[in-house]
């Protein structure tokens, strides 16, 4: 039953020609699959289709060759030949009742055209604003090629009428979009009547809207995505100029989808940015037009979303991540199933799938993007198989999602955990500084086994080879976590670093267990993602001089993966600790490190007082060899199957261990596929 509170969440609400049937709206998101996984990218959209969203976008889709994000796989709308794949998305957005919608993307100075080589188009002759500075520089729109532009779209607007959309999202935020570009004075310095005033940079968007309009207008709703501030400096489309650009265009689309104005402030992680961080630019603007808003806000709380709704922030409800996170969120609000949500929680794994060409991950839902891959369902799973039990040992993100999995379908499971706190390493780095929503990843885990009558925790229980034999379960599944080396092997080392006894050197997890250390401390930082950056910023706070030592170009250098880096440089120097870039340390003295130029090997002296070795981490995997050294005594005890995953098998991300956990148990029993590929693979079609 839908509780009262928050009955106005399923208001059918109109976009134009179109109605949503409620005001769940899912923004366009990339997810690392696109074109190259079409099928997998349609059947994560289907799954949203069946939790109840009530608007479900695509991610990007180029709508023209003459504009395309090589290396970035986004989804491509460049010719008849792509009708298809994309019509095949919206029949599974539809499936459900929900409205299915196509952003258009021309990426105008963020298109580099690196796999199409044409010469990419913008407002202004500028170098081109990617990630990766490409050095390539985009050639100033004539008033043909703006023409032209009206075309294309106009073209792309009916390819989707006939793949089957409702809805299309014209994309101008984030930088990403030509909308953006034309409307911000840093990238439209035109003199002519499409730049200089924001009546006159408003004018392509204005004329788009208006074919798009007479096109498709009769039954497809027409959204805008525009910048809510720019945050690029003066000249870039503020909040101010946006609250006036909507004034002057009031009705112009059918929605106003209102997203931050760099992909960075737009999916700020949970360590940054808090639910609704968007709230103050968005708030008033509504009283602008008598259109709908959409905006997002990582939002997980049905509480709040009333609250955006009530107040007259928002119409809709707008989620990226904690749709991916939860593709249920809706139907479980619906359902009063409130404590079953699985909450984002910011960490934007989800977005490393896009920035690296990889297959998108969530930390929290290890079924995103295997629903077609793997058949994985994020809320059913396949029954029992032919044995009965399982003993689970160790309690983090593994093994956790391990036992969740299991019980549900229908094991006896045992979980056995050495310490008295559930959570393996997920306790321990949610106290750290910016990371408690990293807790909900337990949280999660322990609400869902409280439910199940099949799961037994035991704490404070460390389990050794000679007890798990006794135990005679028939699967044992080893989960037994990692721990932070403290001899400085990673990538600089490969084998143990110099270390003078006399100098004290800390691990994380020293610090993870309440080391203090005091004075000047060193952080080598030979990991590269966030570990090196949040104990350089708890140091800190308890009172030490930090410098932080990387070999790395960038402070916590994969975290560019999460969107993150730039944030975390910026944190770090505003707190005062010392970054050094490009530099190793060669060897640890009892009174300082010497560290070492990483291109001309240099040596430098830095007096210290304590180290702290970000490197790398051991596996926990002891148990998993001594009961592999007894086999011989398995079949006597009953055991026929044990099973090492997660960081005991080899350390990872959360999200990596969360997976591993799922697999384990969506494997176990299975028939044997021998040496095939465990997930279902597209392969495109030979042209003639
Ligand atoms: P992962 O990320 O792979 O889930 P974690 O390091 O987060 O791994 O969690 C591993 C957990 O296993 C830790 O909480 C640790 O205390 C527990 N553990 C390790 N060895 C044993 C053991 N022999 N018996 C029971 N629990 C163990
Ligand atoms: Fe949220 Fe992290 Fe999942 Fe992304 S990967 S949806 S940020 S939990």
């Known amino acids: 039953m839908t509780d009262p509170r ?78 298809p794949s994309i019509a095949k998305m919206a029949g599974r957005m539809k499936r459900h009742g929900a409205l299915a919608g196509i952003q258009l993307a021309y990426s105008g100075i963020n298109g580099p055209n690196l796999y199409t080589k044409e010469v990419p188009l913008a407002p202004t002759a500028l170098p081109i604003r990617t990630f990766t500075n490409d050095p390539v520089q985009a050639r100033a729109m004539d008033r043909q090629d703006i ?54 940079r408003s004018r392509l968007v204005r004329e788009v809207i208006a074919d798009l309009r007479d096109a498709v207008g ?42 931050h104005g760099t992909w960075q402030d737009c999916s700020g992680p949970s360590r940054f940015k808090d639910e609704a961080a968007q709230e103050e630019l968005v708030r008033g603007i509504r009283e602008l037009t008598s259109r709908p808003i959409v905006g997002v806000g990582r939002f997980t709380s049905p509480d709040v979303m009333v609250r955006m709704i009530r107040q007259g922030v928002l119409d809709f409800i707008g989620c990226a991540r904690p749709s991916i996170a939860d593709p249920f969120l809706p139907a479980k609000i619906r359902d009063g199933r409130i404590e ?70 229908g094991y006896d499971v045992a979980l056995a955990e050495a310490r008295d706190e559930i959570g393996g390493r997920v306790t321990r780095e949610r106290a750290l500084p910016g990371l408690s929503a990293w807790g909900r990843v337990v949280d999660y885990r322990l609400h869902q086994l409280g439910q199940r009558p099949n799961v037994e925790i035991y704490r404070g ?39 003078d006894p006399d100098m004290p050197v800390l691990t994380p997890d020293d610090l993870m267990h309440g080391a203090r250390a005091r004075g000047h401390v060193v952080v080598f930082d030979d990991d590269h993602y966030y570990m090196g950056g949040v104990l350089a910023e708890l140091l800190v706070l308890q009172g030490c001089t930090v410098t932080l030592v990387t070999p790395a170009p960038h402070v916590s250098d994969w975290a560019r993966n999460t969107l993150e880096q730039s944030a975390i440089h910026a944190r770090l120097a505003g707190m005062g600790v010392a970054i050094v870039l490009n530099r190793g340390v060669a060897a640890i003295h009892a009174t300082h490190v010497e560290t070492n130029c990483t291109y001309t090997d240099r040596r430098d002296r830095l007096d ?66 021998g040496d095939a590929l465990p997930f279902r693979r597209e392969v495109t079609a030979l042209a003639d």
């Open 6 to 83: 928050y009955a106005l969440l399923f208001e059918p609400q109109r976009i134009g020609p179109v109605t949503a049937p409620n005001r769940f709206y899912q923004v366009p998101h990339c997810n690392g699959g696109g074109y190259r996984d079409p099928s997998a990218a349609a059947e994560m959209r289907a799954v949203k289709a069946e939790g109840g969203w009530g608007v479900i976008f695509t991610e990007q889709t180029e709508m023209h060759h003459t504009s395309e994000i090589t290396p970035f796989i986004e989804l491509r709308l460049w010719e008849d030949q792509d009708i």
């Open 147 to 200: 023409r032209n532009l009206r075309r294309w779209f106009v073209t792309a607007g009916r390819r989707c009428k006939v793949a089957g959309f409702d809805l299309i999202c014209l994309y101008g935020a984030h930088g990403f979009g030509i909308f953006q570009h034309f409307l911000s004075r840093a990238t439209n310095q035109r003199s002519d009547e499409y730049g200089g005033s924001l009546e006159n």
């Open 218 to 259: 009769d039954t497809m709703g027409l959204t805008l995505r525009v910048s809510l501030d720019e945050t690029i400096g003066t000249l870039g489309f503020s909040n101010a100029e946006l609250r006036d650009f909507i004034e002057m265009n009031r009705d112009l689309p059918d929605l106003w989808d209102l997203a």
């Open 340 to 409: 079953d949500i699985r909450e984002c929680i910011g960490c934007n794994i989800c977005i490393s799938g896009d920035m690296t060409q990889g297959m998108g991950r969530c930390t929290q839902n290890p079924t995103w993007m295997e629903e077609f891959r793997r058949g994985w369902h994020p809320e059913r799973v396949q029954a029992r198989g032919s044995s009965q039990n399982v003993l689970i040992v160790g309690s983090g993100p593994a093994g956790l999602e391990a036992a969740r999995v299991l019980s549900q379908r």
């Open 461 to 499: 229980s460390d389990l050794d080879a000679g007890q798990i034999l006794d135990f005679g379960f028939q699967n044992v599944c080893i989960a037994t976590g990692s721990i932070w080396r403290r001899d400085g092997v990673a990538r600089q080392h490969v084998v143990p670093l110099p270390i």
């Open 608 to 673: 210290c007082d304590a180290v702290l070795l970000v490197t790398s981490r051991l596996s926990q995997d002891r148990l998993f060899h001594d009961l592999v050294a007894r086999q011989a005594e398995w079949r006597d005890r009953g055991i026929a199957t044990v099973r090492l995953i997660g960081d005991a098998a080899a350390p990872g991300p959360i999200a990596w261990a969360t997976f591993a956990g799922h697999r384990y148990a969506r494997e176990l029993d299975a028939p044997d596929i």
